[in-house]
C-alpha cells in the first residue's frame, strides 16, 4: 500500500526529472540559437570580404559593424582564407584585417577572466605583433593554462623580439620534457636572428638548466660555426648532468667528425645516462671506428647503454651488424639479448643452449 508520503516523494522525483529535461531543452535551444546567430554573422563578413577582395587597393577601408566584431569569428575566418590560394589581395586585406580589427580585439580579451577568450587572443598574437603587444605576450606568457603561454611562445618567437624569447627561455626551464619538447618545435623555421639571441643569452647564462634549455634550443636551427662566446668545451665536463648531456648532443649536431674522440672517451664515463647518450650519438654520427668501443659497450650492466650500443651498431652497416650476430648467449647474455632485439630476431632460449 502506497503511503501519502511515498506519493509525495513520487510526484517530487517526477517533477525534479521534468525539470531537468525542460532545462536542457532549454540550454540545447540557446545554443543552437547562438550557433545561428554565429552562423549568419560569419556568412555576412565572408560576403564581405569576398567582396572587399575583387576591388581591393591599399588604402581601402575596413569597416565591421559592432555586431560583427566576434574576435572568435573573425579568426576562424582568417584561418580558412588562409588555407585557400587567393592571391596578393588577400595578403594585404588580411594584413589590414588583422592589424585594423582583430589585434584590437585581441588586446581586449587578453586580461578576459575567460580562459576561452585569453586563449583566443593568444592565438591572434601568433598571427602579428606590434610593439604595443610586446607587455600582453608577456603577461599570457605567465600564465598557468598551458595552451595560452604556448601559443604566447609561438607569439613570441613569430616576433622575434628579444625580452620575449629570453622570457620563453625562462618559461621552458622548469617545464617537463614533453612541455619542452613542444616549445622545441615552436622554434622549427624560426628566424635565423633568433639563433643571435639564444646565442648571447648562453654567453652570459651561469643557471646550468637554462643553459641545457639554450643547447637544445639552439639544435632547432642550421648548423654555424661553434663561437668563442660559447662554454661549450667546460659544459662538455660539466657536473650537471642535464646540461652536460644537452651540450655532447649539440656538439654532434654541430661538429660531428670533431665530437666522434670525445664521445668515445665519454663511452666509459661512471656516468651511464653519459654512456648511454655517448653510444647513442656514435651511431647518428655513423663514426665506424667505434665499432670495437661500441661492441665492449654491448657489455654494460645498464640495459639502456647496451640497447643504445646495439642501436649504434646496427647503423653502421654491414660491420656493425656482424658484430651483433656474433654475440653468443652463453658468454653474455645480457649482450646477446640487446643484441637480437635490435636485429628482431628469435631469441635463442636456455633450453636451447643447453641442446
Known sequence: MITKLTSIVIIFEGFFIFLIIVVAYMIRSIF???????????????AYLNAALSNFTEGYPIRFPRRWRKIDIILSIIQKYDQLELG????????????????????????????????????CFCLALGEQDVPIVSRLLQEKIPIIYFHAAKAAVNSGDETLINQVIDKMTPVRRLGQTIFLNLFNGAEPQIASIIEARLAKETNPYVKAICYKLLM???KCPLREVFSLFTDLHSDNIELQLSSMRYMAYNQKKQSIPY??????DTRWEVRATACRLLGEIGAKKAVDVLDRCLKDKIWNVRINAATALKNMGEEGVSKLQAQNPQIDRYA????????????ITDFDIIK
Open 32 to 46: 543552437i540559437l547562438q550557433q545561428r546567430k554565429k552562423d549568419q554573422i560569419k556568412n555576412k563578413i565572408e
Open 336 to 347: 646477446y639479448e640487446a643484441a637480437i632485439s635490435v636485429l628482431h630476431q628469435p631469441v
Open 263 to 268: 664521445l668515445l672517451k665519454q663511452s666509459e
Open 88 to 123: 596578393d589581395s588577400w595578403k594585404k586585406l588580411r594584413l589590414a584585417l588583422i592589424h585594423n580589427i582583430l589585434l584590437p580585439l585581441a588586446r581586449q580579451n587578453a586580461t578576459s577572466s575567460f580562459g576561452r577568450m585569453r586563449i583566443i587572443s593568444s592565438q
Open 220 to 222: 632547432t636551427f642550421p
